[in-house]
């Protein structure tokens, strides 16, 4: 009966309405925080104020840093951070990551040079790391992919043998904890968190670089002055790259709750995988024992044969019954325009490929309830229970290939 068949088979969608993928995630502004904005809008400072300062010292404090330097954008301190460094010659880097990662290396004039990544934590492989790594490497820039910690202190062995410099792009990673228990920001030479409206903690739009070296941290600070250090003349070649006052004040309004918010997108994703972890065909990324993952996104993998669909041909099902997905990180850097050249050959990167052709984000919102989750795996299964008729749609135009 049509009834109990998935909406794009002329069904009845399980959702009543559209499910976004994500939601920007923000505590209640009450008149506490309104009282906030307005001292910061009556006290003629819309940046470099109290609560800039403020929010540096907390956010320190909330990773375990000695210095937490707030910019405009994640991608802004990215950018700073390498140039400050003054580094000439290759990045090794993963080609499964935001454009962001190699666009602040191209910036800074060093050329990407692509290490592939484990296929089960999507993070780039310490092997393919040290495999990458020549002569002319000079920096080493690795990704927590989705929040969840990379492999770190094996590729932080690795640089510091060879002399190389580590930098973590932490976009999506911040409250999230290694193995060891410390929270992510305290390794490499810097770690840089993005702010912007899909992370878990956000600002609006905004970044924070977070490092133990405190000369690094200074230069910083005069990098996103313009490289001027007060004096008006120029020391580098910085940027504009301060974060407002407004952003700032809306980041401590936030932050004493991201250990809660964190908390509840863990309670959703084991939600999830109860329901769906004996799927054949779908598997969900592999988090190191003892670490935690701020989950900013859930990615589970989708397997053409034993799903029986593909990952475009689910989330064109999904898009029917009113659930919206995403696809990370498609095409990876490699086969992105702007890196034509440094494109690989089809086969160099394997994992990178098949990741990125196979995963799918799922909705992962604040608050999410558990009969959400419930609904959207029970459209899921029921999808897979009739992957056949879909995949015959595919073969007659009627569905996405």
Not at 66 to 86: K, P
Not at 96 to 114: K, Q, S, V
Not at 237 to 244: S, V
Request: proline share 7%; net charge negative.
């Amino acid at each position: 009966m049509r009834a109990n068949k998935p909406a794009i088979l002329g069904g009845t969608p399980i959702l009543s309405r559209d499910v976004p993928v994500t939601r920007p995630t923000v505590a209640p502004c009450g008149p506490e925080f309104h009282r906030v904005m307005d001292r910061v809008l009556n006290s003629g400072f819309l940046t470099k104020g109290a609560e800039l300062e403020g929010f540096e010292r907390e956010v320190a404090a909330f990773i375990g840093v000695r210095n937490a330097v707030a910019v405009s954008s994640g991608t802004m301190g990215l950018t700073l951070t390498l140039r400050c460094l003054g580094l000439l010659g290759h990045a090794v880097m993963p080609s499964f990551t935001f454009m962001a990662t190699g666009h602040a290396a191209r910036w800074n004039g060093l050329e990407p040079r692509f290490a592939d990544i484990d296929p089960h934590s999507f993070a780039m492989a310490p092997g393919a790391t040290a495999s990458a790594i020549t002569a002319e490497t000079a920096l080493v820039l690795a990704v927590h992919p989705f929040g969840a910690p990379c492999e770190v202190d094996e590729i932080e062995s690795l640089c510091t043998s060879r002399g190389i410099p580590l930098v973590l792009d932490a976009a999506a990673a911040l409250g999230g904890c290694y193995p060891d228990g410390t929270r992510i920001g305290a390794k490499g030479l810097a770690e840089i968190f993005s702010l912007s409206p899909t992370k878990p903690l956000t600002c609006g739009e905004g970044g924070i670089i977070a490092t133990n070296n405190d000369d690094l941290a200074k230069e910083l600070r005069i990098a996103r002055e313009y490289g001027n250090p007060g004096n008006q003349d120029s020391v580098l070649l910085g940027l504009n790259g301060r974060m407002p006052e407004l952003s700032a004040a809306l980041g401590r309004h936030n932050l004493p709750r991201l250990p809660e918010w964190l908390a509840q997108r863990r309670e959703a994703v084991t939600r999830y995988q109860r329901n769906l972890i004996d799927t054949a065909g779908l598997t969900f990324q592999r988090i190191p024992p003892t670490a935690q993952s701020t989950y900013k996104d859930l990615c589970v993998m989708v397997d053409r044969e034993l799903f029986g669909l593909s990952r475009d041909m689910l989330a064109g099902a999904l898009q029917q019954e009113g659930v919206t997905t995403r696809r990370y990180f498609d095409p990876p850097l490699h086969r992105q325009a702007a890196y034509r050249q440094w494109a690989v050959p089809r086969g160099v990167l394997p994992c990178t490929e098949s990741v990125a052709e196979g995963i799918l984000s799922l909705p992962l919102l604040p608050d999410m309830a558990m009969d959400l989750v419930d609904q959207i795996c029970s459209a899921i299964l029921r999808i897979r229970e009739h992957s056949a008729e879909i995949s015959g749609l595919s073969a007659h135009g009627g569905a996405d290939e």
